[in-house]
């Protein structure tokens, strides 16, 4: 696994209204289909606001958090299930 945190591409559904949800990620060079988003939630630093994604791909559950600022999306956590 990569250190935790590095950008990861994220493919995603928009819609509708402000409405974002995952899809699949890449780790590694190995692509994770989503099969459960389980939590969402928002926070925001400074001006900054941060979407996080509790999915898990049947193997584990992960959190993605999307930087709404800049567009770009991290992996922050990675528990075994």
């Given at each position: 696994m990569p250190p935790l945190s590095n950008e990861i591409r994220v493919a995603v559904v928009f819609g509708p209204g402000t409405k974002i949800r995952p899809v699949w990620f890449d780790v590694n060079r190995k692509q994770h289909t989503i099969c459960?988003?389980?939590?969402?939630?928002?926070?925001?630093?400074?001006?900054?606001?941060?979407?996080?994604?509790?999915?898990?791909?049947?193997?584990?559950?992960?959190?993605?958090?999307?930087?709404?600022?800049?567009?770009?999306?991290?992996?922050?956590?990675?528990?075994?299930?």
């Open positions: 459960r988003i389980t939590n969402s939630w928002q926070d925001k630093k400074g001006e900054t606001v941060f979407m996080h994604f509790h999915v898990t791909d049947d193997g584990a559950l992960y959190e993605l958090v999307y930087n709404m600022t800049n567009a770009t999306w991290k992996l922050k956590q990675i528990e075994a299930l």
